[in-house]
Nanobody
Framework: QVQLVESGGGSVQAGESLRLSCAASGRTFNTNAMGWFRQGPGKEREFVAVAAWSGVTRYADSVKGRFSISRNNPKNTVNLQINSLKPEDTAVYYC????????????????WGQGTQVTVSS
């Protein structure tokens, strides 16, 4: 089992930045990919970004240029830097881990955190 704990969410104004963090513990050798998803009010959960163990990353088109994912393998952490926040970024952000390389579908992830709320006001 892998346990994931997110932190760093909060309420901010549009244009501000946030840095979300996720710490993994347990059988972390199964975490080839660590990714972020989000679920906004009344919306389905959507892929945001993923980082492979190698450092290769992928992003959803909607967040390219504003979001940056990074991971620290020795510390088993993955961060999501979010800049120029917009009200439409309001969502619960979930960290997830997968044994696959760069999955973008939520059913390709084996482990999930509880989520951290990000609220952006205009």
């Amino acid at each position: 089992q892998v346990q994931l704990v997110e932190s760093g969410g909060g309420s901010v104004q549009a244009g501000e930045s946030l840095r979300l963090s996720c710490a993994a513990s347990g059988r972390t050798f199964n975490t080839n990919a660590m990714g972020w998803f989000r679920q906004g009010p009344g919306k389905e959960r959507e892929f945001v970004a993923v980082a492979a163990w190698s450092g290769v990353t992928r992003y959803a088109d909607s967040v390219k240029g504003r979001f940056s994912i990074s991971r620290n393998n020795p510390k088993n952490t993955v961060n999501l830097q979010i800049n120029s926040l917009k009200p439409e970024d309001t969502a619960v952000y979930y960290c997830a881990a997968s044994a696959r390389c760069l999955p973008e579908r939520d059913n390709e992830y084996n482990y999930w955190g509880q989520g951290t709320q990000v609220t952006v006001s205009s």
